[in-house]
C-alpha cells in the first residue's frame, strides 16, 4: 500500500479546521438568534452542549495547522459571516429549520468524515483516530437534531439541499485554498 501523500493530508487538515470553525460559527448565530429574539430555553440548551465538542473539534486542528505548518483557507472570514448568517437566519425560522441546519450540515459531514477516513493509513494513525471520533460526535449530534424536530418535508427539503449544496462548495473551496 502506498503512503498518503503530505499534501493530501494537508487539505485535509485544512478543511477540517474550516468546517469545525463554520459549525462553531453556525452554533453561535443560533445562540444570538435564542439570545434575542427566540425564546426557547431547551433549544438553547441542546445547542450549547453541541457547541462544546465543535470547540474541541476546532481546537484540535487548529493545533494541527500550527504543529505542521499549514496555511488555513483564506476563506475563514467569509465562512464565518456566512456561518453566522446561516445559524442565525435557520433559527429565526424557527425550531424546525434550525435543527434540519445542524441535521444537514451533519450528514454532509458524515460523509465527508468516512471518505477522509477511508483514505489515511497507518503513517496518520493518530489523525485517523480523532477523525473517527469526530465522525461519531457529528453523527450524534444529527441524531440528536432529528430528535428535537428537524424534518425534510415539504419547503425544509429545499433548505436541506441548499445548506447541503452551500456546504458541499466550502470544503472543495477550502481543501484548496
Ligand atoms: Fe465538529
Ligand atoms: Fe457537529
Redesign the pocket.
Known amino acids: 500500500m502506498t503512503k498518503i501523500n503530505k499534501k493530501r493530508v494537508e487539505e485535509f487538515i485544512r478543511v477540517d479546521h474550516a468546517g469545525?470553525r463554520g459549525?462553531v460559527k453556525i452554533y453561535e448565530g443560533q445562540l444570538l438568534a435564542l439570545n434575542t429574539f427566540v425564546k426557547d430555553e431547551n433549544l438553547k440548551k441542546t445547542i450549547e452542549e453541541m457547541k462544546v465538542?465543535?470547540k474541541q473539534?476546532c481546537e484540535f486542528f487548529e493545533n494541527e495547522i500550527k504543529k505542521r505548518n499549514i496555511q488555513p483557507t483564506k476563506f475563514l472570514p467569509l465562512w464565518d459571516l456566512l456561518g453566522v448568517g446561516l445559524g442565525f437566519g435557520s433559527t429565526l425560522l424557527g425550531k424546525k429549520a434550525a435543527m434540519l441546519c445542524t441535521a444537514s450540515v451533519e450528514e454532509v459531514?458524515d460523509e465527508h468524515y468516512l471518505n477522509q477516513i477511508n483514505q489515511l493509513d497507518k503513517s496518520e494513525k493518530d489523525l485517523k483516530k480523532k477523525i473517527t471520533k469526530?465522525r461519531q460526535?457529528?453523527i450524534d449530534h444529527k441524531d440528536i437534531a432529528y430528535d428535537e424536530g428537524a424534518t425534510k418535508k415539504g419547503a425544509y427539503l429545499l433548505l436541506d439541499k441548499i445548506i447541503k449544496t452551500g456546504s458541499r462548495i466550502a470544503i472543495n473551496i477550502s481543501e484548496k485554498i
Open positions: 469545525e459549525a465538542h465543535e473539534h459531514i469526530f460526535d457529528e
